[in-house]
């Protein structure tokens, strides 16, 4: 009887210590990450899908890239709770540049 109530014991303490040390870690994108994803998602897409998007639509700001093109420019200010520092606000310039042709071909996000 001592010997099966040893192994219960071990049956169910073995998988409670294994939870303990198995952990998955999946780690945060890091903004240049976030950016460099969705540059990448944007290339060659036209202007007027650009304009036509739901979170973009017209630029806050247009200008000329000095080779003919575009350089359409958005200003997006978002808020976020951070347990360390409480909420923070940060505004997000966004640069999309259009080649003469009415394609993008970069785009450039910095936080102000």
Same mark, same amino acid.
């Given at each position: 009887?001592? $010997?099966?109530?040893?192994?219960?014991?071990?049956?169910? @303490?073995?998988? @409670?210590?294994?939870?303990?040390?198995?952990?998955?870690?999946?780690?945060?994108?890091?903004? %240049?990450?976030? @950016?460099? %994803?969705?540059?990448?998602?944007?290339?060659?897409?036209?202007?007027?899908?650009?304009?036509?998007?739901?979170?973009? *639509?017209?630029?806050? $700001?247009?200008?000329?890239?000095?080779? *003919?093109?575009?350089?359409?420019?958005?200003? /997006?200010?978002?808020?976020?709770?951070?347990?360390?520092?409480?909420? &923070?606000?940060?505004?997000?310039?966004?640069?999309?540049?259009?080649? $003469? %042709?009415?394609? &993008?071909?970069?785009?450039?996000?910095? /936080? %102000?």
């Amino acid at each position: 009887m001592a $010997k099966i109530n040893k192994l219960l014991f071990l049956l169910c @303490i073995i998988p @409670i210590f294994q939870s303990c040390f198995t952990t998955h870690y999946t780690p945060q994108k890091t903004d %240049e990450q976030i @950016i460099s %994803e969705q540059r990448d998602s944007w290339m060659g897409v036209s202007e007027q899908n650009l304009y036509a998007h739901q979170n973009w *639509g017209i630029p806050d $700001k247009t200008g000329t890239d000095g080779a *003919g093109g575009k350089i359409a420019t958005y200003y /997006r200010s978002k808020s976020y709770y951070s347990s360390y520092t409480g909420y &923070i606000s940060a505004t997000w310039v966004t640069s999309f540049y259009i080649d $003469k %042709e009415g394609k &993008i071909y970069n785009m450039t996000a910095r /936080r %102000e």
